[in-house]
């Protein structure tokens, strides 16, 4: 199983960016899917979750800014990030908990990707 997230790059105080992140490979059944951020010399923080049925869950710092959603027929997860701050300059990372066609269930992470907020 890979995931490969994109979406991220270089905007100004107050825009907005899309992330995306694509689950391929020997997928029988995705659970919970996640976006986490980690600045440079810290821990990796949870930024938004969402279950398989839709349930979101965001962290206090972007309540209100972020959405976090999912395309269940193609292994896909979004997060929707607007009136975007210098503060959320951070490397972002897709984590999905995967159910394998041999039945193995594991959590997997995307490469990350960067995003930029200039002021």
């Known amino acids: 199983v890979q995931l490969q997230a994109s979406g991220g790059g270089l905007v100004q105080a107050g825009e907005s960016l899309r992330l995306s992140c694509a689950a391929s490979?020997?997928?029988?059944?995705?659970?919970?899917m996640a976006w986490y951020r980690q600045a440079p010399g810290r821990q990796r923080e949870l930024v938004a979750s969402?279950?398989?049925?839709?349930?979101?869950n965001y962290a206090d710092l972007v309540k209100g800014r972020f959405t976090v959603s999912r395309d269940n027929a193609k292994n896909l997860v979004y997060l929707q990030m607007n009136s975007l701050k210098p503060e959320d300059t951070v490397v972002y990372y897709c984590?999905?908990?995967?159910?394998?066609?041999?039945?193995?269930?594991?959590?997997?992470w995307g490469q990350g990707t960067l995003v930029t907020v200039s002021s």
């Open positions: 969402i279950t398989r049925g839709g349930v979101a």
């Open positions: 984590k999905m908990n995967v159910q394998s066609r041999f039945g193995a269930i594991s959590d997997y």
């Open positions: 490979g020997s997928i029988f059944y995705i659970y919970d």
